[in-house]
């Protein structure tokens, strides 16, 4: 089945560790975005990539970093720069500016 | 800019209906609906673009009123697996989507 998948599902940080979330999709998707979600709001765009290899600022990107290597992955880094990253971090696929199709999300705790 | 959601909550019983809306401030190419139940991933619903093109669920039905910007999603005979929150995001030709602050919805046997 073709979707998109996130991992882990939980996760913890201590104090000035950088962590890596994982996002996978293999719905052959050229575009890709990461947005965090805090409790009771709306999702805020991070980065986004349309293509292999680029990639784009969104509106919270400091503190942030990801990669393009492969169409099918975008993986993100938390760095230690973003002070209060206690979210839940969602990853979304697209072709062009269609439907966004989202994977199940990584809830972050800094500890 | 974000795009406002009116209202921020709603309660209904089955079977009700209820119009959700989303005003933005921006010229739109398009908008789009997500629903998100507690803890999960939103799910689309609807995308609406501008020219009048739609795309989206046969239950669920929205408005795009290019002149003011703004949306209207409408759930008509709503069922208990209607509950969530409700997402609008808003994008403008060749931008990403911003969302809305979003509008929760209960509804009760």
């Known amino acids: 089945d073709g979707g998109i998948t996130q991992s882990p599902k939980y996760l913890f940080r201590k104090e000035g560790q950088n962590v890596t979330l994982s996002c996978e999709q293999n719905l052959n998707h050229d575009a890709m975005y990461w947005y965090r979600q805090d409790p009771g709001q709306g999702l805020r765009l991070i980065y986004y990539s349309q293509i292999v290899n680029d990639f784009q600022k969104g509106d919270i990107a400091e503190g942030y970093s990801v990669s393009r290597e492969k169409k099918e992955s975008f993986p993100l880094t938390v760095t230690s720069a973003q002070k209060n990253p206690t979210a839940f971090y969602l990853c979304?696929?697209?072709?062009?500016?269609?439907?966004?199709?989202f994977g199940p999300g990584t809830r972050l705790t800094v500890l | 800019q974000q795009p406002v959601q009116s209202p921020q909550a709603v309660i209904l019983r089955e079977g009700e209906d209820a119009v959700i809306n989303c005003s933005s401030s921006?010229?739109?190419?398009?908008v789009h609906w997500y629903r998100q139940k507690h803890g999960e991933a939103p799910v689309f619903l609807m995308i609406l673009l501008k020219g009048g093109e739609q795309k989206g669920h046969e239950k669920i039905s929205a408005s795009f009123n290019e002149k003011k910007q703004q949306s209207s999603l409408y759930l008509t005979a709503s069922q208990l697996s209607y509950s969530g929150t409700y997402f609008c995001g808003t994008a403008s030709a060749g931008n990403m989507l911003t969302f809305g602050g979003g509008t929760r919805l209960m509804v009760k046997p």
């Open positions: 979304a696929s697209s072709t062009d500016y269609n439907e966004q199709f």
């Open positions: 921006k010229a739109l190419y398009s």
